[in-house]
Nanobody, 119 residues
Framework: QVQLVESGGGLVQPGGSLRLSCVAS????????MGWYRQAPGKQRDLVAV???????NLLYSVKGRFTISRDNAKNTVYLQMNSLKPEDTGVYYC?????????????WGQGTQVTVSS
């Protein structure tokens, strides 16, 4: 079992920045691929950024150049640095931990943190 707790959301003006943090507990953090998902009102939850256990990253095309995902395995924490925020970045951001062992897929979610980009 992995418990995930997000923080860092809030209200920010367009062009502003936020840094989201997700602290994991309960298992070996470093073996998990970690991701940030976003769910806008009335829409599905979409993957925004992912960082593999080995450190490789991938980001949604619309956030490339603005968002950065990173992890600190010593602190069991994954971060999402969000710069040049736009109103369309608004949504609830969820942290996800995922790994596959044999034929079993393990997937854990945090409770989410609200990000609102508005003037």
């Amino acid at each position: 079992q992995v418990q995930l707790v997000e923080s860092g959301g809030g209200l920010v003006q367009p062009g502003g920045s936020l840094r989201l943090s997700c602290v994991a507990s309960g298992s070996i953090f470093s073996i998990y691929d970690m991701g940030w998902y976003r769910q806008a009102p009335g829409k599905q939850r979409d993957l925004v950024a992912v960082i593999a256990s080995g450190g490789r990253t991938n980001l949604l095309y619309s956030v490339k150049g603005r968002f950065t995902i990173s992890r600190d395995n010593a602190k069991n924490t994954v971060y999402l640095q969000m710069n040049s925020l736009k109103p369309e970045d608004t949504g609830v951001y969820y942290c996800n931990a995922h790994r596959v062992s044999g034929v079993t897929s393990y997937n854990y979610w945090g409770q989410g943190t609200q990000v609102t980009v508005s003037s």
